[in-house]
């Protein structure tokens, strides 16, 4: 009934932030037509690349501004964009946008989701470059169809002058079809095959960074020189750039490891976890894995989820991650489902120790999740923390709760 309901209704929510984009373009006076626009979509990798175009443009282009899903960075100034926010609606959107072409900005990055593309919210907006990162299987809840989630990115494509795609992502083929059925011309990036770009950042600059981000480099590079940035200028910006604040952060790193990453999609926990086994000096070490899955969000990833981790993991505890209003056992049931695929077994939290593999438990409080796992590592375990990371709060209910995923490892490490 609730679906019928949402099928309905999302029409018209999309119809009302049409309107509202339309009356925001028209009282900022369409500022987009007189800043150099760039849009960064895909499901995972999004904010990197967005950083990384912004830090070249700002630093050693021109003036700059941006929007991400960490934060927006308007005319110089830090700006919240709210809870679980990556595109905020036409009305901000179009305020930011006046506010840089106020400052005599030249160049204005979006990092656009896929909701906001469906929803209208950055109508009126033109790019002049954008670039897909990849897109695998997420928000299925909402777009139903791998198809359908492909054919909101490709909206992106479509509004721009200049269209990049990643010619190694499952994509690719499918864009290309929808590409060259309207006559769009476009431009691709590769590291395994020939391209219209290819640079591997480790390769030409020998900037260690790992496996999953030199895509990330890679696509900013292909918009850079789409706005015919040289070469010079973009290796000095790779050179000094560093990776956004929750992207595999290092909190701690002596006995034991933790980090914290953004990570919540099927595809982002392969990446991340295959570089973290890399990481083990032995293989005796573990690996602990905290995360839990949204609330009222695509339910379909949970088991994949579960079975991506328990395929790296030695430890899995699984937690809240903003359940809003539904039940978070039942999203813990959800993962277990993708867990036990490789033989996990469940354990209570008071029987997790120092000597626990190939287990799984539950603790819903992530703050007793995180310390748990602290009290257990083992020197050279690895503890990886993901989901929240630079998030300001946890949705509980229908309640915010103040969250600080960083301080409170922090002080789960004095706890221990």
């Not at 100034?77 to 030249?106: F, W």
């Not at 570089?275 to 083990?280: A, G, M, N, V």
């Amino acid at each position: 009934m609730f679906e019928k309901a949402k099928r309905f209704i999302q029409p018209l929510i999309n119809i009302y932030h049409l309107f509202k984009a339309i009356i925001a373009s028209i009282y900022y006076d369409f500022p987009s037509k007189k800043l150099i626009l760039i849009g960064v979509t895909g499901t995972d990798g999004k904010t990197t690349t967005t950083h990384l175009i912004y830090h070249v443009l700002k630093n050693y282009v021109g003036k700059a501004s941006m929007i991400s899903s960490i934060h927006a960075d308007i005319a110089g100034g830090i700006i919240e964009t709210g809870s679980h926010v990556t595109t905020p609606d036409s009305l901000k959107v179009q305020k930011y946008l006046r506010s840089s072409l106020d400052n005599k900005d030249k160049f204005f990055i979006i990092e656009c989701t896929s909701h906001a593309l469906n929803q209208n919210r950055l109508w009126g907006i033109k790019f002049d470059t954008s670039v897909i990162t990849n897109i695998t299987e997420e928000n299925l809840d909402y777009h139903k169809t791998y198809k359908n989630y492909v054919c909101e990115k490709t909206k992106l494509l479509f509004r721009s002058s200049k269209s990049i795609i990643n010619k190694d992502d499952k994509s690719y083929q499918c864009l290309v079809n929808k590409l060259r059925k309207k006559d769009k011309t476009f431009f691709t990036y590769s590291l395994n095959k020939k391209a219209d770009f290819n640079f591997d950042v480790r390769k030409k600059l020998g900037i260690k960074v790992l496996k999953f981000n030199t895509y990330n480099f890679l696509g900013a590079y292909s918009v850079l020189k789409t706005l015919n940035i040289s070469d010079k200028l973009i290796e000095k910006g790779f050179k000094t750039f560093k990776i956004p604040q929750g992207r595999m952060e290092t909190i701690y790193d002596k006995d034991f490891k933790v980090i914290i990453d953004f990570a919540h999609t099927p595809n982002s926990f392969k990446n991340i976890l295959e570089e973290i086994f890399t990481f083990k000096k032995n293989k005796s070490n573990r690996i602990i894995h905290i995360f839990g899955s949204a609330g009222l969000r695509d339910r379909f990833k949970r088991p994949l989820m579960g079975e991506v981790s328990s395929k790296h993991s030695d430890v899995i505890i699984i937690t809240e991650e903003d359940y809003r209003t539904e039940d978070p056992d039942k999203i813990a049931t959800d993962i277990i489902k993708g867990v036990i695929k490789n033989k996990f077994l469940q354990v209570n939290p008071s029987k997790l120790n120092k000597k626990s593999k190939k287990v799984y438990s539950i603790i819903l409080d992530r703050k007793n999740a995180i310390k748990k796992a602290i009290s257990i590592a083992n020197k050279n375990d690895i503890i990886l923390i993901t989901g929240k990371s630079h998030e300001k709060s946890i949705c509980r209910g229908r309640k915010e709760t103040p969250w600080d995923e960083k301080k409170t490892v922090i002080n789960a490490l004095g706890f221990k």
